[in-house]
């Protein structure tokens, strides 16, 4: 988590992948659903080149499963095969081998019919950090899983862990990085986790949170605090919010700093509902 990206480690990253996909028939690119925009790594398209891949929302469970679903269309508009997650729970993970089968069912097919013995699927997992990888690769890998070990002629520092009879993951994953060129996607990236809070002043992560609350999820803001608001637009209507706040629940000493954190935890915890916080324009 205390990654600082700077240009050289930018660049080491995306040649470290670059030589592991050569190893691989899919990638998972893993984007977090309540921010998947947001959580994607600007060089993506230009690391994975033509290598096929599935996009897969994690934390499913925490997000607005109305924008997910539109999300999930956007990107098979953009024919990207694209699956919802929970890696906690197990929801569909299951899934993620069938849906690599049928993304990689001519290249299958034409092993097939050039007689070639079927090999396992050789899959990757890609990802800005705290999206979720290690959870995956933990769920994808139960007690079956046998560590296949460096393959010769494959590369020599890889290993294996083979899922089943029918697919292979590497073990480690590919840790991008967020792009992180304006305050609004900053704030998106430490509201959910993928970069330190303390990147961004509090006052700003809270202005952008009730404000980005206020206009899309008023109802879920009300039932959480039960404080009326008109219309959160600017710094000013945040601080009369949590004036009212302070007084309301009778907190002595004006401590807005505490009222500032708690909403971020109960942000983060998931305690004010299902949240996405990219929406598809
Ligand atoms: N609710 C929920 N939390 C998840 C999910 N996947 C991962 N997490 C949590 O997200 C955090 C970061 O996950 P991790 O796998 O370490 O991310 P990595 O840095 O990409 O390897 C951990 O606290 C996980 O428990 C998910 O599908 N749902
Ligand atoms: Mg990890």
């Given at each position: ?9 930018m ?28 959580s994607?790594?600007p ?21 607005d ?59 990757m ?39 089943n ?28 986790g ?15 949170l ?12 009300f ?30 000493n004006d ?5 500032y ?6 942000f ?14």
């Amino acid at each position: 988590m205390n990654v600082q990206w700077y240009p050289g480690h930018m660049a080491k990253a995306k040649k470290e992948i670059e030589e592991k996909i050569k190893f691989v028939d899919i990638v998972y690119v893993l984007l977090d659903a309540r921010i998947p925009y947001s959580s994607s790594n600007p060089m993506i398209n230009d690391i994975l080149k033509d290598k096929k891949k599935l996009y897969l929302l994690t934390k499913s469970d925490m997000a607005d499963s109305n924008v997910t679903s539109k999300w999930v269309k956007y990107y098979k508009d953009q024919g990207i095969e694209a699956l919802t997650i929970d890696s906690i729970s197990g929801f569909n993970v299951k899934k993620i081998e069938v849906l690599s089968k049928e993304i990689l069912k001519e290249k299958i097919q034409r092993d097939l019919n050039r007689g070639m013995k079927q090999r396992p699927i050789r899959a990757m997992i890609v990802g800005i950090p705290n999206v979720g990888k290690s959870t995956l690769i933990n769920k994808l890998v139960n007690k079956k899983a046998t560590v296949v070990g460096n393959k010769p002629g494959v590369t020599k520092a890889q290993q294996w862990i083979r899922l089943n009879p029918n697919l292979e993951l590497l073990d480690t994953p590919g840790v991008l990085w967020p792009k992180f060129d304006d305050m609004t996607v900053g704030a998106k990236l430490a509201l959910t986790g993928a970069i330190r809070d303390e990147v961004l002043r509090k006052e700003d992560l809270i202005f952008f949170l009730l404000k980005y609350l206020d206009k899309n999820y008023k109802n879920l803001l009300f039932n959480k605090y039960n404080i009326e608001t008109s219309y959160i637009n600017d710094e000013l209507d945040c601080v009369s919010y949590v004036t009212t706040f302070l007084k309301k629940y009778n907190i002595q000493n004006d401590d807005y700093d505490r009222i500032y954190t708690m909403i971020l935890n109960d942000f983060k915890n998931g305690r004010l509902g299902k949240i996405s916080l990219d929406l598809v324009e």
